[in-house]
């Protein structure tokens, strides 16, 4: 199976900062047949179901705002949230979407400081 | 619209079995994957098994020996069968689309006595 290890597992901020969570996977998830990197973001907000933000790394969901950026590729992506808003606050988790078992980080908590 | 909403027994009683359905719409079970996600409580996310479009399912394989997922396709729904029942199965159930997204409100299911 495939791991996937967050970091951190929380963090702090200040609304309007930019912050960044790490999600890194214990192999590669880029597809040598497209090119393209199995890994998806999901936002999920205290008694409501995820949401995903992300997939294939990069590409944001529609509707999601342009302030959730994804990055990366083989083992190591980044969730980078700019402008951090008070709606922001909640729990964050990657998932490689490559193989089976579909894993999960272990998620970031994001709070205000 | 794409909506999936899963039902089941609030409580269950250890080694009993849990039975769940998930009951979709606005898209059709042969063209599309559903997944089973679970969530202890304030724990992260556990990817449990799929159904695929074509009736074939993939399982984790913690869970295999206790888990089964079958489907009706003239009903929209998908079912989760998991037997052996400990404390430790406490959480929400999901259903989810592709694994991906949407998701369904959750079901919450306690182990008690």
């Known amino acids: 199976d495939i791991v996937m290890t967050q970091s951190p597992s929380s963090l702090a901020v200040s609304a309007g900062e930019t912050v960044t969570i790490n999600c890194k996977s214990s192999q590669s998830l880029l597809s040598s047949g497209n090119q393209k990197n199995y890994l998806a973001w999901y936002q999920q907000k205290p008694g409501q179901s995820p949401k995903l933000l992300i997939y294939?790394?990069?590409t944001r969901e529609s509707g999601v705002p342009d302030r959730f950026i994804g990055s990366g590729s083989g083992t190591d992506f980044t969730l980078t949230i700019s402008s951090v808003q008070a709606e922001d606050l909640a729990d964050y988790y990657c998932?490689?979407?490559?193989?089976?078992?579909?894993?999960f980080g272990g998620g970031t908590k994001l709070e205000l400081k | 619209q794409v909506q999936l909403k899963e039902s089941g027994p609030g409580l269950v009683q250890p080694s009993q079995t849990l039975s769940l359905t998930c009951t979709v719409s606005g898209f059709s079970l042969t063209s599309y994957n559903v997944h089973w996600v679970r969530q202890p409580p304030g724990k992260g996310l556990e990817w449990m098994g799929r159904m695929r479009y074509n009736g074939d399912t993939s399982y984790n394989s913690a869970l295999k020996s206790r888990l089964s997922i079958s489907r009706d396709t003239s009903k929209n729904q998908v079912f989760l069968k998991m037997n052996s029942l400990q404390t430790d199965d406490t959480g929400t159930y999901y259903c989810?689309?592709?694994?991906?997204?949407?998701w369904g409100q959750g079901v919450m299911v306690t182990v008690s006595s």
């Open positions: 989810t689309r592709d694994g991906l997204g949407p």
């Open positions: 998932q490689q979407h490559y193989s089976y078992p579909r894993t």
């Open positions: 294939l790394a990069s």
